[in-house]
């Protein structure tokens, strides 16, 4: 059982560049969430699919920010251009449906100088 | 606005002794709480829930208690080890998808 795998684990890029993150779900979850950590709001839900469709995104801060969920088996976060106060963990997580625990992968450190 | 406060950014313990995490919540339509565990350069891992119709939930050295007409929930660690050491996040629910997270406190326990 290799869990949420996320990738990078660490990403340093400079303002304005493009930052792409990615997420494998476990295996038969059939719902993905997109969480951003901060040190003054804690863990906020950015987007949520199940089923690999987009059904709430009121979290996602800006128009700068996306994602998509192509298969049951792959998504990505992409935010462009970056901006220093992105700088955070973002976390992706996954769960058997969407009232179950959520199972969470190691996140990706972001850095936008 | 915060949903779910933990007013406590950090608490230290010795070895042995009782731990006793405290989170407050707002929204009285939550029905579902959840404790997640966090070390360092890892994710968040599930360690105890609750539903409201329970006002205590027991699960080896970790008990939740719920206080609804409060509106407080607590994860009490009973004895607590060094290997508890991590940052705790209380979460709740409304029966929907969206769990709504606190900012952690951070747990020390002194060996």
């Keep these: 059982d290799a869990g949420v795998i996320q990738s990078p684990r660490h990403e340093v890029t400079e303002m304005g560049q493009e930052v792409t993150l990615r997420c494998k779900p476990i295996s038969g979850h059939n719902s993905l969430f997109w969480y951003r950590q901060t040190m003054m709001r804690g863990l906020e839900l950015l987007i949520y699919f199940n089923n690999n469709v987009p059904i709430d995104d009121s979290g996602m801060p800006e128009d700068r920010f996306s994602a998509k969920m192509p298969n049951a088996s792959f998504s990505t976060l992409k935010i462009q251009p970056s901006e220093p106060r992105d700088s955070a963990v973002y976390f992706c997580a996954s769960s058997l449906g969407p009232n179950e625990k959520l199972f969470f992968g190691s996140g990706t450190q972001l850095s936008v100088l | ?111």
């Design chain 2, 1 to 111: 606005d915060q949903q779910v406060k933990q007013n406590s950014p950090s608490l230290s313990v010795q070895e042995g002794r009782i731990s006793i995490l405290n989170c407050d919540y707002t929204n009285s339509m939550f029905d579902y709480f959840l404790w997640y565990k966090k070390y360092p350069a890892e994710g968040p891992t599930f360690l105890i829930s609750i539903s409201s119709i329970k006002d205590k939930n027991e699960d080896g050295r970790f008990t939740v208690f719920l206080n609804k007409s409060a509106k407080h929930l607590s994860l009490h660690i009973v004895p607590s080890q060094p290997g508890d050491s991590a940052v705790y996040f209380c979460a709740a629910t409304a029966g929907t998808y969206k769990y709504i997270f606190g900012t952690g406190t951070r747990l020390k326990v002194l060996a």
